[in-house]
């Protein structure tokens, strides 16, 4: 992996409200047919899903209506605890003791028949915290577990109303499993405290040709694509189950570093199209017709480098240079799209980088349109696009809790501190909503929803600041309370002291279809000093730690940690970090 590269531009950046969204999950899933007093037929499905912390709660609902067409809804339902609801987004709720009212909101008033709207909101309680199993729609009482189609023989199986295999829906990652890399789960649970992490989904990487068929590197072994998706199946089990690949070997890869130097030189674009993509594009389409909702991952680092790593740009370098210049990064993913896109049960998430990369504003809005040119290359259309990730492999922390934007102390504003250096953003949270809308407003669907690799962004342990830092100054102030311990924002390379950040979870706020832990935490990002191998693995010095930087991380320490295998190689101390450092702490 590469990055950045800072880009200060100290001019003003009005931020704009967040996209209204769509977010929303389900666990519990209720079928409703009500019987309508009217002439109108009504019916609809609830799905409701908790993100519970122990004292908290996120919900996030989703309404499918199964009748006719409503126009101003209420959804009611009483708490079977005393739980309250503290704020709530896509709605408007009330709550009366133990009985809640959610009406719509100006924006998602109308839903036509089998069309689904959703809001969320967040609460607090104690004791236990049931999820509600009755819901009202417009008054009339939906009694749970009513099949809607009485054709079905096996009503419960998949949940009624869940689209057919192959169908797309809005978020993929609501209402179904996420697949567990065998190959990586047994790697964690061999880490003395790893079987508390296990189980969590990681991205399947494809990293070269040999990769599709499976070789014997130390992390994807002796599995295949078509291993995994057979193993996919099995852990399905006949419900919806996400699986998430990540396609990663453009000509010329990772332009502005090199630990993740690919296999595929710069002009090698026909290979990559028809000895890679192609036979991905072959495997997957056997699939197609299946539970499985495949998230592919779209070629990390590579589009954002053509915008910050080019001339005239003091972080240029040759390789990103010439990239740019012979169009086949652009040309590649706009085919990788093409291809993919084609299946219908693909979902395509192009790789965005991170705010500590793109969220100058000289980079922002390049890279948004850059995106879009690639969403148009080699036969794709903006509808290949199912959404973006951000901070893929990288360790930007989703929320400053301890300073903001717009913050002035000691007569400086917080922008101009040396942490955050005139960046827009302070974390991924705030960066991947505002660039969902940036995309939206180049073109891109406004159902777009996007990704954030939570993987090792926690930064948790016993450094993590419990406040904001002193207001002598604005430097004192943004490094005491910033969670991101990191030396410099432009640093990449494993990372010492980072933590596990959130665990993967489904719509955890408007906007975002998942955290996700696409790169699978354990695994290096390269080696911190120079190691023969036949992966094109290069030495880039920002893996060792005694190096002293360049003009991408602002000539700071790396930061990294010693004695790191090559990138992509499992790196035990890596692991026992990540582990200790978990924020939120593994329990
Ligand atoms: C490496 C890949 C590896 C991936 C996931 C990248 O940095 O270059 O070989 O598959 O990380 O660990």
């Known amino acids: 992996m ?19 969204t769509s977010a929303v999950v389900l666990g519990t899933t209720l079928a409703v047919t009500t019987s309508s007093p009217a002439s109108a037929a009504t019916g609809c499905e609830v799905d409701y899903q908790l993100n519970d912390w122990g004292s908290g709660f996120t919900a996030n609902v989703e309404i499918t209506n199964l009748g006719d067409p409503v126009n101003g809804w209420t959804l009611e339902w009483d708490f079977a605890g005393n739980q309250q609801v503290t704020n709530a987004w896509n709605g408007t709720l009330t709550q009366n003791g133990q009985s809640v009212s959610a009406t719509n909101t100006g924006h998602n008033a109308a839903i036509a028949t089998d069309a689904t709207v959703a809001f969320g909101f967040q609460g607090s309680y104690s004791g236990t915290n049931e999820a509600p199993t009755e819901f009202t729609l417009n008054g009339v009482l939906c009694q749970g577990q009513v099949d809607p189609d009485p054709g079905d023989p096996d009503p419960g199986d998949p949940d009624p109303g869940d689209p057919e295999p192959g169908q797309r829906v809005d978020n993929p990652y609501v209402g179904a499993n996420v697949y567990v890399n065998p190959i990586w789960s047994a790697n964690a649970a061999a880490e003395p405290g790893g079987e508390a992490v296990a189980d969590e989904p990681t991205g399947v990487w494809l990293d070269r040709i040999s990769a599709i068929e499976g070789n014997d590197s130390p992390t994807t072994g002796s599995m295949g694509l078509r291993d ?3 193993e996919a199946l099995e852990q399905a089990n006949g419900e919806p189950l996400v699986f998430q690949v990540v396609i990663y070997n453009l000509p010329g890869r990772d332009c502005a570093a090199l630990a993740s130097n690919g296999e595929l030189g710069p002009e090698e674009i026909g290979r990559y199209k028809n000895d ?13 017709d299946t539970e499985l909702r495949i998230v592919t991952t779209v070629e990390i680092d590579s589009l954002p480098n053509l915008v910050t790593n080019v001339t005239p740009r003091e972080t240029a370098t040759d390789n990103c240079d010439q990239m740019l210049a012979n169009g086949n990064y652009v040309e590649g993913v706009g085919y990788a799209l093409a291809q993919l896109g084609a299946i219908d049960n693909v979902y395509n998430y192009v790789d965005a ?3 500590g990369w793109i969220g100058w504003e000289n980079n922002f809005t390049a890279s948004a349109e850059l995106f879009y040119e690639a969403a148009n290359a080699a036969g794709a259309s903006p509808d290949d696009v199912h959404g973006f990730i951000a901070n893929t492999a990288n360790y930007s922390a989703l929320v400053e809790d301890n300073f903001a934007i717009g913050e002035t102390i000691a007569g400086q504003p917080v922008r101009q501190s040396s942490w955050v250096d005139w960046n827009q953003f302070t974390g991924e949270l705030d960066f991947a909503q505002a660039l969902r809308e940036e995309l939206v407003g180049q073109g891109f669907d406004s159902g777009i929803g996007m990704l954030i690799d939570t993987s090792r962004n926690g930064w948790g342990g016993p450094d993590r600041p419990d406040g904001p830092g002193p207001t ?6 943004v490094d005491g309370g910033r969670y991101d311990r990191r030396i410099h924002l432009g640093n990449w390379c494993n990372q010492a002291g980072a933590g596990l950040g959130e665990r993967p979870q489904a719509a955890p706020e408007p906007g975002i279809d998942a955290y996700v832990w696409m790169k699978p935490p354990g695994e290096s990002d390269g080696s911190s000093e120079p190691i023969d191998n036949d992966e094109g693995k290069g030495f880039d010095r920002m893996c060792d730690p005694t190096y002293e930087g360049n ?16 990138s992509g190689h499992w790196f035990s101390a890596q692991f026992q ?3 200790a450092n978990a924020y939120p702490p593994i329990q």
């Open 2 to 20: 590469s990055t950045p590269p800072r880009a200060a531009n100290p001019r003003s950046w009005a931020r704009r409200g967040l996209a209204a």
């Open 228 to 230: 995994h998706l057979d």
């Open 276 to 288: 890679y993509i192609d036979p991905i594009a072959d495997i997957l389409a056997d699939y197609e």
């Open 353 to 355: 980088g991170h705010h």
């Open 472 to 477: 002598t100054s604005v430097d004192a102030y």
């Open 551 to 566: 003009v991408r991380n602002g000539d700071n320490m790396s930061g990294a940690l010693p004695e790191a295998p090559v």
């Open 577 to 579: 970090e990540l582990l």
